[in-house]
C-alpha cells in the first residue's frame, strides 16, 4: 500500500514556473514507477511525466518535453516535477500516482494539486 500527498501547486503568471513534490509512504517506494496525470475541467486525465523505479528512463508527454523534468529520490520517498516556461494550457490539477514495476495500470493516487498558469 502506498499513500501519496502531493504539494507545491499554486498561481503563477505566464513563463514563470513550479515544482511539485509528491511524498509516499510505504517501505517500497523504490520498487514503484511513478508518474505526474494533469486534467483540466472538460478534459481527459494525461500522463504528463514518468519514471522508473530506478530513475533511468523517463517519459514525457509532447505538449512539455524541454520544459518539465521529473525526478524521484528514494531516499525522501520523493517524486518530483520541475515545470518551467509554464503556459496557461498547463492549468489544470496535478496528480501523482504509483505503480509496481510489474504492472501496467496505476494503482495509486494522490489528491491531486491545483496548477494556475495566468496569462
Known amino acids: 500500500q502506498v499513500q501519496l500527498v502531493e504539494s507545491g501547486g499554486g498561481l503563477v503568471q505566464a513563463g514563470g514556473s513550479l515544482r511539485l513534490s509528491c511524498a509516499a509512504s510505504g517501505r517500497t517506494f523504490n520498487t514503484y514507477a511513478m508518474g505526474w496525470f494533469r486534467q483540466a475541467p472538460g478534459t481527459e486525465r494525461e500522463r504528463v511525466a514518468s519514471i522508473t523505479w530506478s530513475g533511468g528512463v523517463t517519459y514525457y508527454a509532447d505538449s512539455v518535453k524541454g520544459r518539465f523534468t521529473i525526478s524521484r529520490d528514494n531516499a525522501k520517498n520523493t517524486v518530483y516535477l520541475r515545470m518551467n516556461s509554464l503556459k496557461p494550457e498547463d492549468t489544470a490539477v496535478y496528480y501523482c500516482?504509483?505503480?509496481?514495476?510489474?504492472?501496467?495500470?496505476?494503482?495509486?493516487w494522490g489528491q491531486g494539486t491545483q496548477v494556475t498558469v495566468s496569462s
Open positions: 500516482a504509483a505503480r509496481p514495476a510489474t504492472v501496467i495500470t496505476y494503482d495509486y
